[in-house]
């Protein structure tokens, strides 16, 4: 490891000294280039140099303690103790920084969400959660635009599909791909029973244009009119847009803008993130059989969290994790269970780089 980091502290160095140059300065895509280099290293870097000159304080300490007796070498040993215990946290902190990137971290993302058992109740809850994640995304300022809202006469929601656009928004919401199960006792319900009811969501990192190519003749392009909650008629001319991919038999369906063309743009947008989730998945099927995730596998039918309405509790199955404050979460106050799976995350990981 250490190895490893001597060669990447020397390349930050030389990216340093390149970037100083006056041919690098003159030529803007090379200096953004190695600008962005640099920076994805300044970190790991930096917390080496602070564990190196620690470790450098305690074998001065050491070394002073050898030639003192009594209480000077006790508050010398005293001092290299504590060096030591920062180096223990330093270098966990080093293999952290070391471990590989998600490349799709840093993207936008693809939000599904879909009523599943029970019914108008489920999508009640499809529409709460829908509520929830626009929260929590206006919150770290991340975009919101609706590419589809199916939703019941009773103000539910069957199935809803957003775009998010922001730094880091998959970073953030890709541990809530699954199925969210809510405990409750429906409005409906005349004699108090508490019903289970499940709704399922997915979260698709946002796919480029360099990541999937889409052949037009792959792909049928119907047109129908918009259409509200009912079924009633809200559009009189056909500017809803059906992409069918032949290949891979995906549809998707876009009818939130008056814009033909606007619909267009989105459900292609959603085509591609799908596609992209698709041939990722596939490839990836060996690796996820032989090793599971601790904070689950991302599949859409693994229950992963369950809302207790009674008991004002919000569980999270793979991690123990429980929560009891359901109204701020419902709020989008996500960020305590979301930083709880991302730690348990690289925790895995960590562990997992050293059984390697």
């Not at 060669?7 to 803007?28: C, F, H, N």
């Not at 975009?143 to 006469?153: A, F």
Request: glycine letters at 6%; a negative charge; proline letters at 2%.
């Amino acid at each position: 490891m250490f190895a490893k980091l001597d060669a990447i502290a020397a390349r930050y160095d030389e990216l340093g000294e390149l970037l100083s140059r006056p041919e690098t300065l003159a030529d803007m895509q090379e200096y953004k280039k190695l600008s962005r280099e640099r920076a994805e290293t300044e970190e790991l870097v930096e917390t080496y140099r602070a564990y190196r000159k620690t470790e450098g304080e305690m074998n001065a300490a050491l070394a002073e303690a050898e030639k003192e007796t009594g209480e000077m070498r006790d508050m010398l040993l005293e001092e290299a103790q504590s060096c030591r215990e920062r180096l223990a946290g330093t270098e966990k902190r080093l293999k952290t920084l070391l471990l590989p990137k998600d490349r799709n971290d840093e993207r936008g993302c693809t939000l599904e969400i879909r009523a599943g058992a029970g019914g108008e109740e489920a999508a009640l809850f499809a529409y709460e959660l829908y509520r929830m994640y626009q929260s929590y995304c206006e919150k770290h300022r991340f975009s919101w635009g609706t590419v589809d809202l199916n939703m019941t006469e009773l103000g539910g929601v069957k199935e809803a599909i957003v775009n998010i656009d922001g730094k880091g928004a998959y970073s953030r919401l890709k541990f809530e791909s699954g199925v969210h199960r809510v405990q409750r006792v429906p409005e409906t319900e005349s004699q108090g029973r508490i019903h289970t009811s499940t709704v399922t969501v997915a979260v698709l990192p946002e796919a480029e244009d360099v990541d999937v190519t889409i052949d037009d003749k792959d792909v049928r392009v119907d047109l129908f009119r918009s259409s509200g909650a009912g079924g009633q008629k809200v559009n009189k001319t056909e500017t809803a847009i059906r992409l069918t991919h032949y290949p891979t038999g995906i549809v998707v369906t876009c009818q939130d803008e008056r814009s033909q063309l606007k619909n267009k743009e989105k459900a292609y947008r959603v085509l591609r993130s799908r596609l992209y989730d698709y041939y990722n998945s596939r490839a990836a099927s060996k690796e996820a059989a032989d090793r599971r995730s601790l904070v689950g596998t991302g599949d859409r039918s693994e229950r992963i969290r369950t809302y207790n309405f009674p008991q004002d509790r919000i569980t999270d199955h793979r991690i123990g994790l429980s929560l009891h404050n359901m109204q701020n979460f419902l709020a989008g106050d996500l960020d305590e269970m979301i930083d709880a799976l991302a730690r348990a995350e690289t925790e895995r990981r960590l562990a997992a780089s050293t059984e390697e």
